[in-house]
């Protein structure tokens, strides 16, 4: 599985970008996606994620209302629309697939996903 993300860049605090995250290898079939963020010195922070086992996309409570996880199965890839973005939003944004998921719904933690992209780098101004 080789997952490529991109869409970040500079925004002004309340401005909107969609992340883009684009997976070769992996059947939407049965599928398990999550985002997750990290600022420097601080640990990774799931973000959003959205399976097919249970079909509802899910989000932190952080960013819930901003934020909406969709997937495109023609296209193989799951964007991130991220809205109303504030300061504490900058982060290099990273998509994740575990290479095997039996439960529910989807994982919260980092151990549980075995493949990730390069991250994409969302930086958001005052």
């Known amino acids: 599985v080789q997952l490529v993300e991109s869409g970040g860049g500079l925004v002004q605090t309340g401005g909107s970008l969609r992340l883009s995250c684009r997976a070769s290898g992996l059947t939407f079939d049965d599928y398990v996606i999550a985002w997750f963020r990290q600022v420097p010195g601080k640990e990774r922070e799931w973000v959003s994620c959205i399976s097919d086992s249970d079909g509802l996309p899910h989000y932190a409570d952080s960013v819930k209302g901003r934020f909406t996880i969709s997937v495109d199965d023609a296209r193989k890839t799951v964007y991130l629309q991220v809205n109303s973005l504030k300061t504490e939003d900058t982060a290099v944004y990273y998509c994740?697939?575990?290479?095997?998921?039996?439960?529910?719904?989807?994982?919260?933690?980092?151990?549980?996903?075995?493949?990730w992209g390069q991250g994409t780098q969302v930086t958001v101004s005052s």
């Open positions: 994740a697939v575990p290479h095997l998921y039996p439960g529910y719904g989807c994982p919260l933690n980092t151990f549980e996903y075995d493949y």
